[in-house]
């Protein structure tokens, strides 16, 4: 399926044997009449994630006004789930579809660790990055969950679906929904691809010390209503990161369903003048 | 009534438009404002639409003002009277009532170019003023069709805007035109009591599930207690339909999702498989508006309701005769054919610079820069004109985007003495980028005919073709830069002044 009109999908093969699968929305859409608009945008999905399944509502949004790539990680093998080994299939593919041209790079959840990770070690890669419920060290309120998801896992995954679709969302979005919607939902969920090596790579992750690398312009944006990644793991994140601004969105940690219009007006705004807040600014919402 | 006074600003309207202007405007200091309404009440749309089931298609702690937030809506979907005492509450409180003259409709509005002034005539008399603003809504004239024999029916004929409450309907036979928004609300009403209720369609809807239910006290409760609570729900109902967008942008996970929540509706609604295939669609989804309704299929299914798919080919004393030679036997015609949304008449009425009527500048379709403004018509705004409506989404966050343009605009008008105008070329310059958005929506390809698109040009000049939000950021905030700012002549000026002390 096409996951906007118009947009080329193909696969990258890695140096260590990987292969990337990606969407590319370009050519870039004519420029808004407001913000220049020339920027590539990468997506960088998290655990059990893949560009569509993440991404699907999102970069639509952003395709409007931006050239929009979006990459599925090969998950395929156990050494190609490493923090390394993805920030490689990210940075090769990047290269291969943008050359030298730093790009605007987005990641939520793992993958906002993942993006985090090459902005600090690859700096003239990366024009500007956003992380989406993010976080830089595993706490033991994650080792928790992730203790009791691998326990269902291994003994009765049939109740998944609902372990993770109650972590995912806020209480409001879950009550908002019908009740054939929320089968569905829970449903969904519980038919998304193995991630249990990449659950695995959750438990020990720990970019904290890379942080302070980061010098690009950086929007952290955290979920008000996040059980898996909470707001103060960004607020971390939002402290060790020079350049960076903060803005939450009331959203559980699935914030790219669960609000993707926000998501996308926040960077879009962000883009136009990353420079309009200074460093340090916590943005605030604009309501309807 | 003629008086020497200019006044700062005429609004044309007090609908949801004309009286959000009103309210922001009492509540600036420094500004003379009157408004011209043409009814004897407030309420536009709300006061014209009281047809049995008149309800709003858009959640109430959306569809209302930002800045008079009501903590009581009863239901998450109001029905019209609820509506107009809302606006009728917000007007007392605002104590705006005293700036409005009733029963006064323009007739005419010329522009002035000696005395940088525009002059209203009204049925109430003549008025002048710096600053005109039409807030005269885009659903508001009805639509009536012109099909032959419409004037020999015998029987009660009326527009659903229209509505005549001294027609009792129960155990009548009784025709409706049109399955539109309108009509999929009235329909199960007057099912409830018709001896024989036929529908005519033209073109079947695209219907979801409506979301509805009471407020407890509760909830009432804390939405007055936490006004928090009340605007972080008025938040995520608007980001809601804001990323519903990408379903007009034809993105097929957005299509396949919608259009699988609109056919499991009609499939568990519907069971008879003839009238299923009468009220299927035959276009992409939202080329024309979604309507979202749990009575209408049960009502269409009921044995006193025959939905016939055929056009309306003419009228006779006793009914009407149908596309497939079918006379159908009326003792009452209900008209939901909708209402004159691209020609505007008000544009008839509006002369600007040269003496060039607005009708003819919109001779191929409405268009403004920023929606708002218009090339030959100095110091005048128009709210909820040219590209403001939603395919999904509140028309009070468009309406309240407006407000704050035209209020920053007529600040800086009255500070400076200055007359605005905008050229040609960066009309012509904004109209591209709307233009080039709307290449690729449903509404330009979905295959369907609707009301979005001007038939003398084939252009969207109705709806907004982008994220509401974008809408806010490019034409929420005024600025001088882009208009053609000149001060009043000195004469004129000197006149202004004399005026302003006199006042």
Not at chain 1, 45 to 73: D, E, N, Q
Not at chain 2, 464 to 478: H, I, K, L, V, Y
């Amino acid at each position: 399926m096409s996951i906007y009109p118009g947009t080329t999908e193909g696969v990258l093969e890695v140096s260590d044997g990987s292969v990337v699968q990606y969407f590319d929305s370009e050519p870039r859409p004519t420029s808004s009449p407001l913000g220049k608009g020339g920027e590539t945008v990468v997506l960088i999905h998290g655990t059990g994630g893949t560009a569509l399944t993440s991404y699907w509502a999102v970069f639509p949004m952003l395709a409007t006004k931006y050239r929009t790539i979006a990459l599925t990680f090969d998950t395929s093998k156990p050494e190609f789930v490493s923090l390394d080994a993805f920030v490689k299939q990210a940075r090769e593919s990047i290269e291969s579809r943008c050359g030298t041209a730093p790009v605007v790079l987005v990641g939520h959840s793992l993958g906002a660790v993942v993006a985090m990770k090459l902005a600090a070690e690859h700096p003239e890669m990366v024009e500007t990055l956003v992380t989406v419920a993010g976080w830089a060290r595993t706490d033991s309120h994650q080792l928790l969950r992730n203790n009791l998801w691998r326990r269902l896992y291994e003994t009765n995954p049939g109740l998944l679906g609902e372990f993770m679709t109650f972590c995912s969302y806020s209480r409001n979005y879950l009550n908002s929904l019908t009740e054939d919607g929320l089968s569905a939902l829970t449903e969904k969920i519980s038919g998304s691809r193995d991630r249990s090596d990449e659950m695995q790579l959750n438990r020990s992750v720990d970019i904290s010390g890379q942080l302070a690398d980061i010098e690009c312009p950086t929007l952290v944006v955290a979920c008000g209503h996040d059980h898996m990644s909470s707001p103060q793991q960004s607020q971390l994140l939002f402290g060790g990161i020079k350049n960076s601004c903060y803005f939450e969105i009331p959203s559980g940690h699935s914030v790219i369903h669960e609000r993707p219009s926000e998501l996308f007006i926040a960077i879009r705004d962000f883009l136009r003048a990353p420079y309009k807040y200074p460093a340090g600014t916590v943005i605030s919402r604009s309501h309807a | 009534m003629q008086s020497n006074t200019v006044h700062d600003v005429v609004i044309v309207g007090s609908g949801f438009s004309g009286l959000g202007l009103a309210v922001t405007l009492a509540r600036t200091e420094d500004i003379s404002f009157t408004v011209l309404e043409r009814a004897n009440n407030i309420g536009g749309t709300w006061r014209d639409n009281t047809y049995p089931g008149a309800a709003c298609d858009i959640q109430s702690h959306l569809y209302s003002y930002s800045f008079a937030p009501n903590p009581d809506w009863s239901r998450v979907y109001a029905t019209q009277p609820e509506i107009l005492a809302y606006l009728h509450d917000v007007a007392e409180k605002e104590n705006v009532l005293p700036h409005i003259h009733f029963n006064a409709e323009m007739t005419e509005a010329t522009w002035d170019e000696v005395d940088s002034i525009w002059t209203v005539t009204s049925t109430a008399g003549i008025f002048r003023t710096r600053v005109l603003v039409t807030a005269s809504g885009h659903l508001s004239d009805p639509k009536m069709p012109d099909t032959p024999g419409i004037n020999d029916f015998a029987g009660k004929i009326f527009h659903s805007a229209r509505w005549d409450h001294d027609v009792n309907l129960t155990g009548k036979r009784i025709g409706v035109v049109g399955t539109g928004a309108s009509a999929i609300q009235v329909i199960p009403e007057i099912a409830k009591s018709a001896n024989k209720l036929t529908v005519f369609q033209r073109s079947a809807p695209y219907i979801i599930p409506r979301n509805d239910r009471e407020y407890t006290d509760a909830e009432k409760g804390l939405f007055r207690k936490f006004p928090d609570a009340a605007q972080e729900l008025r938040d995520e109902l608007f980001w809601g339909n804001e990323s519903r967008f990408p379903q007009r942008r034809q993105v097929p996970a957005f299509i396949d999702q919608i259009k699988d929540t609109a056919l499991t509706h009609l499939k568990n609604q519907v069971t008879d498989p003839e009238l299923y295939h009468k009220v299927l669609p035959d276009y992409e989804i939202g080329c024309k508006r979604i309507l979202i309704s749990n009575d209408y299929y049960p009502a269409l299914s009921k044995e006193n309701v025959d939905l016939k798919s055929v056009s309306v080919e003419q009228v006779t004393e006793s009914g009407v005769i149908t596309a497939d030679g079918d006379h159908v036997e009326l003792d009452a015609l209900v008209l939901c054919t909708g209402f004159e949304a691209s020609d505007l008449p008000i544009a008839y009425r509006i002369s600007g610079r040269d003496g060039r009527k607005l009708s003819e500048h919109w001779s191929t379709g409405g268009k403004a820069f920023a929606c708002t403004t218009v090339s030959g018509f100095p110091n005048l705004f128009v709210m909820l004109g040219p590209n403001t409506g939603l395919g999904a989404g509140s028309i009070i966050y468009m309406v309240e985007t407006q407000i704050q343009y035209i209020q920053q605009a007529i600040s800086f008008i009255k500070a400076e003495l200055a007359v605005l105008e905008i050229s040609t070329e960066v009309e012509d310059a904004f109209i591209d980028s709307v233009e080039e958005r709307s290449r690729g929506t449903v509404w330009t390809e979905g295959g369907c005919a609707s009301w979005y698109v001007d038939p003398r040009s084939n252009r969207l000049t109705t709806l907004w073709p982008d994220f509401m939000s974008e809408f806010r950021a490019e034409n929420g905030t005024f600025s001088p830069d882009p208009y053609q700012v000149r001060n009043i002549e000195a004469g004129a000026r000197e006149r202004h002044h004399k005026e302003q002390s006199r006042i």
